[in-house]
């Protein structure tokens, strides 16, 4: 009789021990989903869903334009289909002094005739054609060429590493997102340069600095110049990334600005989706 007693007891405490750590675990779990869902609230998505109402406030032709700066504008979850970005005016100011030093018209102008008629495709053109037509042997004293004709230019960048930064970057995006696929395919940085000019117009005349017809004149002129470069918004927005990769070598953030780019191409809310024309 006392040996079932014992055994009772001693089932009894065991099953007590077992229900208090289940209890500990649950709570512990509350805890942990508690706390992640209260580190979700506090961090703001990275890319937002671009929200594209229909209000007849511009032709099919100039949403496409805008939409070739589409990379750069989801990123700062601008609206696209409008001129506005619907962002405040002095938070644009803001982001124009921090971001591109501009504080003024001039400034402003100064920037976007540097994207437009010389951008970062003026070094990238030649130092491609280095690193695809040469025999490796005989590219780096091409590369010192290119940086001494840079140089008596006046030119301070560093060829060396915007080649590195192509070849680690091309490399990527090709093997890792199997970008820049089809015979049709170009490579050559354009969107890079253009399509950070459509936003900042759009940001100048958001920031009073453009007039509407200055702003839309601008933006159609490169819209159209990209819209005739390229044949599909995946070939116009990866030459967006090539850019990107040759201005910054970082692989990782590149893997982001790629993300973001999947989604203009795959979102039924993106202007790339409802502007199927390309």
Avoid at 131 to 141: F, S
Avoid at 234 to 258: I, K, R, V
Wanted: charged content about 30%; glycine content about 6%; proline content about 2%.
């Amino acid at each position: 009789m006392k040996t079932f007693i014992i055994v009772g007891s001693v089932a009894a405490i065991y099953i007590l021990l077992v229900i208090v750590k289940l209890m500990k675990l649950n709570r512990r779990a509350k805890e942990i989903a508690l706390r992640a869902t209260q580190e979700r609230e506090m961090q703001p998505e990275k890319y937002d869903t671009p929200e594209l109402p229909e209000d007849g406030t511009l032709s099919l032709h100039d949403r496409q334009y805008i939409a070739c700066g589409a990379n750069l504008a989801y990123l700062h979850g601008d609206r696209m289909d409008t001129l506005e970005t619907d962002g405040d005016q002095d938070e644009i100011r803001g982001m124009l002094r921090r971001e591109w030093h501009i504080n003024s018209r001039d400034k402003l102008l100064t920037n976007i005739d540097w994207l437009v008629n010389h951008g970062h495709r003026v070094y990238f053109k030649p130092i491609w054609h280095i690193l695809t037509t040469l025999p490796v042997r005989e590219r780096q004293a091409a590369l010192e060429k290119l940086q001494e004709e840079f140089t008596a230019k006046g030119d301070e960048i560093s060829v060396d590493l915007y080649a590195s930064n192509i070849s680690d970057g091309y490399k990527h995006l090709r093997e890792e997102a199997s970008c820049f696929e089809g015979k049709k395919c170009k490579l050559d940085a354009l969107t890079w340069d253009l399509g950070r000019a459509i936003n900042l117009c759009r940001w100048g005349y958001d920031a009073g600095f453009l007039s509407r017809d200055e702003a839309i004149a601008h933006i159609r002129k490169f819209g159209k110049e990209l819209l005739h470069n390229y044949t599909t918004w995946t070939n116009l927005g990866e030459n967006y990334l090539m850019g990107f990769a040759m201005w910054s070598g970082d692989l990782e953030q590149l893997d982001e600005l790629h993300g973001a780019h999947c989604d203009l191409l795959s979102e039924d809310s993106s202007p790339w989706v409802l502007l199927e024309s390309r």
